[in-house]
């Protein structure tokens, strides 16, 4: 299998002494032995490997100094298991809100409530429902169709909502 450039022997009974069919070989770049029984007496096979780039070697029989000699091999991606997670490249510190609207759990605002207590259009009492926004003012309507008369002629309803 000359042409082999991956080979997963993760879970199986490979030893070190098996892996010397390996040393040499011309073209394997990544080898899984996760989970096998691979000690300390395979490093200098693993390291004569000439295209390896990436090892996977978590849950083995190695130790730490195998694993740092294996990972002294500049061109070799030594994965065992024992890094960390990726470190934080940048935090929020503080929260920043991108909206007007209340924080997730907090009280609602309370609707704003008409200026008028009576309909400036027909003069029946307000639904709070039907009300729109006039030069900074709330004004309420009876019903849907007062708010289209009233914006036909804002003017003419002025007297009403003093």
Not at 40 to 64: G, N, S
Not at 85 to 95: D, G, L, N, S, Y
């Amino acid at each position: 299998m000359t042409r082999l450039r991956r080979l997963d022997l993760r879970g199986t009974k490979v030893s070190g002494a098996g892996l010397e069919a390996l040393r040499e070989h011309p073209a394997l770049e990544e080898l899984v032995l996760a989970q096998t029984t691979v000690g300390d007496d395979a490093v200098d096979r693993l390291l004569a490997v000439p295209h390896l780039k990436r090892l996977y070697v978590w849950h083995t029989a190695l130790t730490p100094d195998a694993v740092a000699r294996l990972r002294s091999r500049a061109d070799l991606q030594v994965d065992a298991g024992d890094k960390g997670q990726t470190p934080v490249a940048q935090a929020e510190t503080e929260i920043k809100l991108t909206s007007d609207a209340p924080p997730p759990g907090a009280p609602a605002a309370p609707a704003l409530a008409p200026v008028n207590t009576t309909c400036p259009v027909t003069g029946n009492p307000v639904n709070p429902k039907y009300a729109i926004v006039h030069e900074g003012k709330v004004i309420g309507f009876c019903c849907p169709n007062c708010p289209k008369e009233f914006w036909a002629d804002p003017a003419k309803y002025a007297d009403k909502l003093k």
